[in-house]
């Protein structure tokens, strides 16, 4: 029977995709000695905000995803980051394999919203696998499930994921809104003469006395 077992190396940015990707380097090892000569791989990232600590100005951005700090009991549990197939190359005892993740940079997204709230340190990542593996038999192929209690940690650095981000989109960010309510930004922007929408937002906040910073 086939005897796996998955371990994460490391995560780091993809430097010529068209949208913010991470490299997962994953280590596949098999113990039974059986030839694999693929595995159709599953893999659901997840992020495990409750396994690491938070500032003071973290739990501040963080209100909107999990309340106000003393809810936290109650509220931080995981966020899917992404869903990925992967098809492993051929290997006997242990193989090593790349798997790309795009990743959003979209602040209505819950991962994304939660990395851009931090400041600093690692994010507690757990892939757990699935799929299916097909192997040299006597007589032909075979097909063995990959079950799924198989799972790999890493802890992703936060400036990993601001360097993805930065590769794409430096220094911004991305918001998502309606379209009556652009239309008429656009044309308050018209009437009063301003030319970008960061001025825009500025102008905006300065007059409802936000303090700027």
């Known amino acids: ?111 994304g919203k939660y990395f851009a709230s931090l400041d600093d340190g690692e994010v507690p990542i757990t892939i757990l696998f699935s799929g299916m593996a097909f192997l040299d038999g006597s007589g032909g192929f075979r097909s063995e499930p990959v079950p799924w209690h198989h799972e790999a940690a890493h802890r992703l650095p936060v400036s990993v994921w601001r360097e993805m981000i930065d590769r794409q989109f430096p220094n911004q960010g991305w918001l998502r809104l309606r379209r009556d309510t652009i239309n008429e930004l656009r044309a308050f922007a018209a009437a009063e003469a301003i030319v970008d929408a960061d001025a825009l937002v500025a102008r905006l906040l300065k007059e409802a006395g936000w303090p700027s910073r």
């Open 1 to 111: 029977m086939l005897d796996l077992s998955f371990s994460c190396l490391d995560m780091l940015p993809e430097e010529h995709a068209t949208g913010p990707t991470l490299l997962a380097h994953l280590r596949i090892e098999e113990r039974s000695g059986v030839d694999v000569q693929t595995i159709a791989l599953r893999c659901q990232l997840r992020i495990e905000p409750q396994r690491r600590r938070y500032s003071s100005r973290e739990a501040d951005r963080l209100v909107d995803l999990f309340g106000d700090r003393s809810q936290w009991a109650g509220t931080v549990h995981p966020l899917q980051l992404a869903i990925v197939s992967h098809l492993v190359p051929a290997f006997r005892d242990e193989v090593e394999t790349t798997v790309a993740v795009p990743c959003t940079y979209d602040m209505e997204v819950a991962c």
